[in-house]
């Protein structure tokens, strides 16, 4: 059945699932793409200046509480991974659980409707 947003189908079971509008799909990819850069620069930042990685975080944590909360909610990912980082644990610790939030951000972000077509 078409309807304007969307489209339903139906699937096993009598449940229906809306397809995404071509718009929710270009979101979609351009949200995937977005981290994807991100994550990559973050990585490249880690592997060829960490003191990158510091300047970023202090110019962060030297903002106002307000833009603090916004960049973290805007970038929840890179910024809990960047906290990491900035901890004091051990090395190894700090990057396996950087590349699996990152490996796990993109997981979720990946557009897997287009794959389906």
Same mark, same amino acid.
């Given at each position: 059945m078409a309807q304007e947003s969307g489209v339903v189908?139906? +699937? *096993?079971?009598?449940t229906r699932k809306k *397809? !995404?509008? +071509?718009? %929710?799909? &270009? /979101?979609?990819?351009?949200? /995937?793409?977005l981290f994807l850069i991100l994550w990559g620069l973050f990585a490249y930042a880690l592997v060829t200046s960490q003191g990158s990685l510091d300047s970023v975080w202090a110019w962060s944590r030297s903002q106002h509480?307000?833009?603090q909360g916004?960049?973290?909610?805007?970038?929840? !990912? &890179?910024?809990v991974g960047l906290w990491?980082? %900035?901890?004091?644990? !051990?090395?190894?610790?700090r990057l396996v659980l950087v590349v699996s939030i990152g490996a796990f951000n993109l997981y979720l972000f990946f557009p897997k409707d287009l794959l389906k077509r």
């Open positions: 189908v139906a +699937r *096993e079971g009598g *397809e !995404p509008t +071509r718009m %929710e799909q &270009l /979101f979609n990819v351009l949200v /995937f793409v509480i307000i833009v916004v960049i973290w909610l805007l970038v929840l !990912p &890179l910024a990491i980082w %900035e901890s004091g644990w !051990p090395l190894i610790v």
